[in-house]
């Protein structure tokens, strides 16, 4: 059973591009979880979702961030007009029945390096 | 919101000594505590989790203590060996039926066992 899988594992953009992150939940789960991590920092909530809905979205920036979850294909995690600020790494995790009914597995993270 | 502290943010031992990690969670819902292990450059892998009709879990090396009254939990390894060297998180959420369906997690406790 193959784990969350992330793409890209490294992301460099220049200030001003857009950046998409992929994230393809384990085989099953339909619970998908974003998390921000700065350098030597713990793990930041940035967002929830469902199958083709957004559940919580109270971690992520209202401006520049946005997450969908299509009923076909990955979630994805985007972007636009990065800055500086938004180098960090992007893990995305999953869970079968969401979080506290089953545990949540992470992907390997996507590193974004802006320049 | 769930607001989560971690102590201590460093910590060595010799190997063959026990190494303990405290965290205490503000919301008293909260009812599912689970810790992770990231390995530099690695995904949070899940070690151990406790809910909150359990007060102690143990799993080999590993134990988990929750005192809800107080409203912290506690990560023990005993017996300890290089490869336990790295990063510990602790996290705490209020579960699937909970309205804060995700994860907050502590700051992180990184772990250096000394051969």
């Known amino acids: 059973n193959a784990g969350v899988m992330q793409n890209p594992r490294h992301l460099v953009r220049r200030r001003g591009q857009e950046a998409r992150l992929r994230c393809s939940p384990m085989k099953g789960h339909s619970h998908v979880y974003w998390y921000r991590q700065l350098p030597e920092e713990g793990l930041k909530f940035m967002v929830y979702?469902?199958?083709?809905?957004?559940?919580?979205e109270s971690g992520m920036p209202k401006e520049r961030f946005s997450a969908e979850f299509p009923k076909e294909g990955p979630s994805i995690l985007r972007i636009q007009q990065v800055v500086r600020g938004d180098s960090a790494a992007y893990f995305c995790?999953?869970?079968?029945?969401?979080?506290?009914?089953?545990?949540?597995?992470f992907g390997n993270g996507t590193r974004l390096t802006v320049t | 919101g769930e607001n989560v502290e971690q102590h201590p943010s460093t910590l060595s031992v010799q190997e063959g000594d026990s190494a303990v990690i405290k965290c205490t969670y503000s919301d008293s819902a909260s009812n599912y505590f689970p810790w992770y292990k990231q390995e530099l450059g690695k995904r949070p892998q899940l070690i151990i989790d406790?809910?909150?009709?359990?007060g102690e879990k143990k799993d080999q090396r590993i134990a988990v203590t929750l005192n809800k009254t107080a409203k912290h939990f506690s990560l023990h390894i005993t017996e300890t060996q290089p490869e336990d060297s790295a990063v510990y998180f602790c996290a705490a959420s209020l579960g699937a039926s909970g309205s804060a369906r995700q994860l907050t997690f502590g700051s992180g406790t990184q772990l250096t066992v000394l051969p």
């Open positions: 406790i809910r909150s009709n359990v």
């Open positions: 979702l469902q199958k083709e809905n957004i559940i919580d």
């Open positions: 995790a999953s869970s079968l029945n969401g979080v506290g009914d089953s545990p949540l597995h």
